[in-house]
């Protein structure tokens, strides 16, 4: 479909004309020395593309029409369901049936009128992908399914335009921040999970204010961005677990031999998002089966069988409170942020590595593979192991 974004012409007369209204609008943010006049200026010039008017969208859209980022695009084909709304807090009641960007842009003109608002009616495609981003200056992504995540990642190194991303599950929530040159989902997870893997938030389920959290810091990532008050290097990608209220933040670094933004790419223009995904297969590691994001993660009758096995290290990443509540036996305690002195200590067999849902344990397995140590996930964390063997005192 065509652009319907308004002449620039036309936005750079209105700024010579801000009236009493857009200053009284502003004025609280404009008054913070980092945003000013010039950085308001900024915001009402910006063009910033949000994927999915659900959840992740719903927050990310709110905060950054708010702010007065000029022009926002909402890219969903989707309708409104009944189920959206514990989260989806753009719609109302009365919305279910309708489409989600005609929804949400209706409230979010009703909020904030000086904001253009681009509805894209229609779901992302190789096909679409980098005409819709070509309009754009920056991408949020709030989308929920791995073909979409990859799409968007690729277009986005391929247009040269930044990434925050986010993914919610259950109490946990992930956020990155990917700026041209400073690496890419793919260098993080090179390939998706087999199909089926992952639950989706229908099958797992989300609670919803976890997806305000991870919205919300979309949105202050993207303003960072916009008003260059962010390193030109920072990129980042942290993980929030609502249950033990706490955020850690992992480094992350450019992968030469990624297959987007690596030094030799071999992705050059959008691919068969669906197909990649169906094809990611089973891993290279014996009938270890794919992961939740990283691709050694076991089941949990696998993980029982390896309990009795002295060759393999359990190493626990989780928070103190949350390991001292029940962990696994012979469970060895480093939080996440301490797994570097697990090397330091010299384990470098085979370490099974576990958390409460599988996510933190997919990143410290991930980091652990990375410095040579053959390291392994259990499936669904804690919480996996509890629903199977629920009278297990641990
Ligand atoms: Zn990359």
Redesign the pocket.
């Known amino acids: 479909m065509g652009m319907r974004l308004k002449d620039w012409g036309d936005r750079e007369k209105m700024e010579a004309e801000w009236n009493a209204r857009t200053m009284a609008r502003y004025q609280r943010q404009m008054v913070l020395p980092q945003v000013g006049i010039e950085g308001q200026r900024r915001l009402l010039k910006s063009r910033v593309l949000i994927i999915g008017a659900g959840a992740l969208g719903s927050a990310a859209a709110t905060y950054l029409v708010a702010a007065g980022v000029g022009n926002v695009g909402l890219v969903d084909g989707d309708t409104v369901e009944l189920s959206n709304l514990h989260r989806q807090i753009l719609h109302d009641d009365a919305d279910v049936g309708r489409l989600k960007t005609r929804s949400a842009a209706e409230r979010l003109r009703a909020m904030n009128p000086e904001v253009n608002l681009i509805e894209h009616a229609e779901f992302l495609t190789r096909h679409n992908v980098m005409a819709i981003f070509g309009s754009y200056d920056l991408v949020v992504n709030g989308s929920d399914n791995f073909p979409t995540r990859y799409l968007i990642n690729d277009a986005a ?1 391929l247009s040269h335009i930044p990434l925050v991303d986010a993914a919610i599950l259950r109490f946990e929530g992930q956020l990155s921040v990917f700026r041209p040159g400073f ?5 993080l997870f090179p390939a998706p999970p087999p199909p089926g893997v992952v639950p989706d938030c229908a099958e797992a389920g989300i609670f919803g204010a976890v997806a305000g959290v991870l919205g919300s810091m979309e949105a202050v990532e993207a303003l960072k961005i916009l008003l260059d008050l962010a390193d030109p290097d920072s990129h980042m990608f942290m993980i929030y677990d609502a249950l033990g209220a706490t955020w850690h933040r992992m480094p992350m670094h ?2 030469p031999d ?5 030094d030799h790419p071999v992705i050059r223009e959008p691919i068969d998002y669906e197909r990649f995904c169906q094809s990611s297969g089973p891993s290279s590691v014996g009938s270890v089966r794919g992961p939740v994001v990283s691709e050694f993660a076991l089941e949990v009758s696998e993980v029982k069988a390896l309990m009795d096995n002295p060759a393999v290290t359990v190493v626990d990443v989780r928070e103190g409170n949350e390991f001292h509540s029940g962990h696994l036996p012979r469970a060895r305690h480093y939080p996440l942020e301490d797994l570097d002195r697990l090397l330091v200590d010299g384990i470098t067999d085979t370490v099974l590595v576990v958390c409460a849902v599988g996510v933190r344990s997919a990143y410290g397995a991930k980091y652990l593979r990375s410095h040579g140590v053959t390291a392994f996930t259990l499936r669904g964390g804690m919480a996996a192991w509890r629903d199977a063997y629920p009278d297990d005192n641990t």
Do not use: Q
């Open positions: 190194v690496g890419c989902y793919r260098c450019r992968d990624c297959a987007v933004c690596g």
